[in-house]
């Protein structure tokens, strides 16, 4: 092929952009052509189906043009939220729209202007009847009808000086200028075996749709158009993730372990209890990867408690038993110190040498540490990301432990493999989202899942209670604790402010021990506290020595003391679900009745609402996580910019998991039945996929 589509293009070369509106486009990350191809309306609107105020049914979202009447700004007194008001009026009445916390909103409309709102519809009854939305979606109409004026319409995100109405305009200019000179890049046999729209027909219809169009389904994102789109975007991502796979277990040869040495049979010896069949089997499937002459890189799944942290120590036996030094990496000091304390013990019944590395350790102690390391006299070095510092060196770094992945960048990941000469990698997470997923997230990996947790375990009792039944629920923990048992209140970290929260944490406290408990050993643990002084209360903490512990968030992964059995969650409101959950997993570990208490004040989100009672609803991680993701969207989900893929324009990895998985059969059957992409079929792939993963193709070579 001669000709070479413009893909690259700068905007501001295109007629009827320039300088300034790509300075503008630019903000909504539009810099290319391509870019501005693939900017996907996140609305359609069916003009045809607007409804008069007069007859909107409350309950229903719907859409409604009209002329703003008045525009005002207030303030809400308790909380001292700012709302602005904003009342339409159209021929048979008046709606008003409110948003909250969007100040700015108020300089956006004018009075006299004709807008478009789009939102649920609520009712009022003060005095008399009024319509109301709340944060609905907007947009101005300008006068000019022409495009406007199409059955249905795309409506574009904004950005201050360039509205969705101008960014329809451009398009429309640019896919009459380009639309049909674009190439198709996917292989007619794939087009033929989905039933797929030829590319050029796919954007021009997710732009302007045909009349006949079903804009439900546009607004599902489910339009043939949608579903090409959607399929190439999953197709490209697979393929990336395919070649990546290809290139790290081809080419990166590894240690072969013996897997058969003693320490972890004598680790088992040393247990009070055996390990689970998942337990087993994982440890197996690592001892798989061990053992061949490629590099392991395997990822543990399984819920808090299932107990991923022995699977990670019977995996470093091995690699002490193969002369070589393993590094294990923790999210935070807490974790680290916890995992160190408890693997401590055992490797020390077994003979061998763990040391913990953490950035607040004073020099001398440090430089032991490392020289340790550096000598091969450290069998084992856990740490948090201190780990990756230069003066980190390690003698025979065989093997990689990350523990909660998902706190890490896969640069940091990358670093500390780089450490040693092709170790071995296990990460393990608690995070349980399904299978396809999992392997789009965690892509070069293979995946292990532990599905059971260790028996006798009774489900932690989960229960909600508002603010006003605080008493109750110290007075509960009273008797628990009463009876020989521990426990945790959990006070949350998010105010602006840290300084702020440590004091309501340290308020709590000190209540705690005049008032509530003053009969009890109470301490306070929070991550502005020297290490030391953590460690000893730690310590306190698991030989029984203190019934209580007052904590900000710190406590939220990893901690194990199976003697507690009350977790309390002060504004439990306020936490992310899967950390409600990975709270709850501190207790329930040993063989009593554990209780897992929300404590929540009023106001509550709508999603606040929702975390709580999934919380009370389930334990099953699995369930959460999905609530969690259908809760939060995928993007803050996953953090995609943490997970060093590229990020998705139109899929969307919950909705389209079905696409996904076929997608990601064809693109792994494609690369392994087309090299390395450098047939002619498979040209158009590879481009897409260069453009796609600018530079993030490149672990291939450093992994
Ligand atoms: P995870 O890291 O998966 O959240 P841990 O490895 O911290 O879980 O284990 C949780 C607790 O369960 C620990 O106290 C651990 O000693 C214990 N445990 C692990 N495996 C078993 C088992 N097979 N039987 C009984 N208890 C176990
Ligand atoms: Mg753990």
Redesign the pocket.
């Known amino acids: 092929m001669s000709f070479s589509f413009p893909w690259q293009t700068d905007v501001q070369y295109l007629k009827g952009i320039g300088p300034k509106r790509a300075f503008l486009l630019k903000k909504l990350h539009i810099h290319t052509l391509e870019d501005l191809l693939y900017f996907v309306p996140f609305r359609y609107e069916d003009r045809a189906e607007l409804k008069k105020i007069a007859h909107l049914t409350a309950g229903k979202t719907e859409t409604v043009e009209g002329e703003v009447m008045a525009v005002s700004l207030s303030e809400t007194p308790r909380r001292r939220m700012k709302i602005v008001d904003v009342t339409i009026s159209d021929a048979s009445g008046l709606l008003h729209a409110k948003w909250f916390n969007q100040h700015y909103l108020k300089n956006y409309f004018k009075k006299g202007d004709r807008v478009m709102f789009s939102g649920l519809v609520k009712e009022n009854y003060f005095g008399s009847r009024t319509i109301e939305m709340e944060n609905p979606r907007y947009e101005r109409v300008e006068t000019d009808k022409a495009l406007h004026m199409d059955r249905i319409v795309p409506v574009y995100h904004e950005t201050k000086g360039f509205t969705s109405k101008q960014i329809r305009s451009v398009l429309k200019q640019v896919l009459a200028r380009y639309a049909d000179q674009i190439p198709e890049i996917l292989p007619l046999l794939l087009l033929e075996r989905y039933r797929l729209l030829p590319l050029f027909e796919a954007i021009q219809q997710i732009h302007f749709p045909e009349k006949e169009t079903d804009i439900i389904l546009l607004n599902q994102g489910r339009s043939p158009a949608h579903r090409r789109l959607i399929f190439d975007e999953l197709f490209i991502l697979q393929t990336g993730l395919a070649l990546r796979k290809k290139g790290m277990s081809e080419k990166v040869s590894g240690i072969a372990f013996k897997v058969n040495g003693l320490s972890p049979h004598s680790l088992k010896k040393l247990l009070p209890?055996?390990?689970?069949a998942a337990?087993e089997r994982v440890f197996s499937e690592i001892c798989a990867d061990m053992s061949k002459p490629f590099v392991m890189n395997r990822l543990i799944q399984?819920d808090?408690?299932?107990?991923?942290?022995?699977v990670a120590l019977m995996s470093i036996l091995v690699a002490i038993d193969n002369a070589r030094q393993t590094a294990l990496m923790a999210p935070t000091e807490i974790l680290a110190v916890q995992h160190y304390l408890s693997l401590k013990a055992y490797l020390h019944a077994l003979g061998k040498s763990v040391f913990l590395l953490t950035s607040d350790m004073r020099k001398k102690e440090k430089d032991e540490v490392l020289s340790a390391v550096a000598s091969g006299n450290c069998d084992l070095l856990i740490g948090t990301h201190a780990l990756i510092q230069k003066a980190v060196v390690f003698k025979n770094l065989g093997l990689v432990v990350v523990d909660e992945q998902h706190k890490f960048g896969v640069l940091q990941r990358v670093t500390l493999l780089k450490k040693g000469r092709q170790p071995e990698l296990l990460i393990?997470t608690?995070t349980p989202i399904p299978r396809t997923l999992a392997l789009t997230l965690y892509g070069d990996l293979s995946l292990s899942v532990i599905d059971e947790l260790?028996?006798g375990r009774s489900p932690i009792h989960t229960r909600l209670h508002y603010g006003n039944k605080r008493e109750g629920v110290y007075r509960f923990i009273a008797t628990e604790i009463q009876k020989g048992r521990q426990a945790f209140v959990v006070c949350p970290l998010v105010d602006i402010s840290e300084k702020l929260d440590l004091k309501a944490a340290v308020e709590r406290f000190e209540t705690f021990k005049t008032e509530v408990f003053p009969n009890l050993n109470i301490a306070l643990l929070h991550g502005k506290m020297k290490r030391d002084e953590k460690e000893k209360i730690m310590t306190a903490f698991r030989e029984g020595k203190i019934n209580l512990l007052v904590a900000t968030t710190v406590v939220e992964v990893?901690i194990?003391i199976?003697n507690a059995t009350v977790m309390a969650i002060e504004h439990a409101e306020r936490f992310g679900l899967s950390q409600l959950h990975q709270l709850r997993?501190r207790v329930g570990?040993g063989s009593e009745q554990s209780y897992c208490l929300m404590i929540a004040d009023y106001p509550i989100s709508k999603e606040g609402k929702r975390r709580l009672k999934a919380m009370v609803q389930t334990t099953d991680g699995f369930k959460i996580a999905e609530e969690d993701l259908s809760i939060r969207g995928p993007g803050e989900f996953f953090g995609t910019k943490q997970s060093g893929l590229p990020s998705l324009h139109v899929a969307n990895l919950i909705r389209d998991v079905k696409i996904l998985e076929v997608a990601r059969k064809e693109a792994f059957d494609w690369v392994e039945t087309h090299a390395m992409l450098e047939d002619v079929e498979s040209r158009p792939i590879r481009d897409f996929l260069e453009r796609k993963w600018r530079g993030k193709l490149e672990w291939l070579s450093i992994a």
């Open positions: 209890f055996s390990l689970t337990q399984g808090v408690g299932c107990g991923k942290t022995l393990l608690a260790p028996p990893g194990d199976p997993g570990r």
